[in-house]
């Protein structure tokens, strides 16, 4: 009775693996039903003899995804553009640089992790350097030194490297201020701090010379240095403001006199008027 029922109900319904058959189906699903039924069948009768030998049977490969595309945008690993200002793509440099780390990203994945971020001018740029290394492959060294050359060229390496190298603490600059100046210029004169002692002797030379000058022992521990630095930098700051309450002080006491004079003059004046 094919005929009777919804039409375009398929005559020969599909029967399961020692099932009954699957009633009411339209044509379009009845093939696919008897297709992924025989499938079953096959994974079914493949397990039967793998439980039946000892030789294992070897498991489908699966790829694997690597989640790190991911995690770097969800931890704010922004895209670039590429700009003109050095300072600027070098901020967005060290944030990747520290997103990386954190996702323990390894350096064969580096490189299509941080093009990955490329748009715009900057994509432009990254396809044109691709195109020079074919058929060889980029290397994540390479690639730096390429972005370097571009986005944070010498001119602007060589800039900030004589910034730190003449670098002093402010008149109202804190240690703490000169400090935070200090780390963020020393990576571009390696050479100049290449031990602890030289890094210390650097640090102590740019601060201000009354700080200076309270630093009597030579301190070749970069920590301790920066301690003893803010310390000193609080007896001179004290040592101000008591200087600066004596000079109010001692200024009050001569307004006072001298007012104190200037009344005892006019009360002479008067009274000398007031007889003649």
């Known amino acids: 009775m094919a005929s009777q029922g919804r039409e375009g109900v398929g005559a020969e319904a599909p ?18 039903f008897q297709m992924a039924f025989q499938a079953q069948a096959q994974a079914q009768a493949q397990l039967l003899a793998q439980a039946h030998t000892s030789t294992p049977v070897a498991a489908p490969v699966v790829p694997t995804i690597d989640r790190n595309y991911e995690r770097i945008r ?15 793509d070098e901020r967005w440099w060290e944030k990747v640089e520290d997103v990386m780390n954190l996702v323990n990203c390894t350096p064969e994945n580096r490189l299509s992790h941080v093009v990955s971020l490329f748009v715009s001018n900057a994509l432009i740029w990254w396809r044109f350097v691709k195109r020079g290394y074919e058929p060889r492959e980029i290397t994540w060294a390479k690639f730096q030194k390429e972005f370097d050359d ?10 900030k490297r004589m910034e730190f190298l003449n670098l002093v603490q402010g008149d109202d600059q804190t240690v703490a201020k000169y400090e935070l100046c200090f780390a963020a210029l020393a990576k571009y004169a390696p050479e100049a701090i290449a031990t602890q002692e030289d890094h210390c002797y650097r640090f102590e030379q740019g601060l201000r010379p009354e700080i200076k000058r ?9 920590k301790t240095l920066v301690e003893s630095a803010v310390r000193m930098e609080e007896v001179v700051m004290e040592d101000k403001k008591k200087g600066e309450e004596k000079r109010k002080s001692t200024y009050a006491i001569g307004e006072s006199s001298r007012l104190t004079k200037r009344g005892t003059s006019r009360s002479l004046s008067v009274g000398s008027g007031f007889y003649t």
């Open 214 to 222: 309270g630093l009597a022992v030579r301190i070749t521990n970069f």
């Open 150 to 159: 571009k986005y944070r060229p010498n001119m602007y390496r060589d800039k």
């Open 15 to 32: 029967i399961p693996p020692g099932g009954a058959p699957v009633a009411g189906l339209p044509p379009e699903y009845a093939q696919i």
């Open 74 to 88: 969800k931890m704010r690993a922004t895209e670039f553009e590429g700009t003109l200002d050095p300072e600027i």
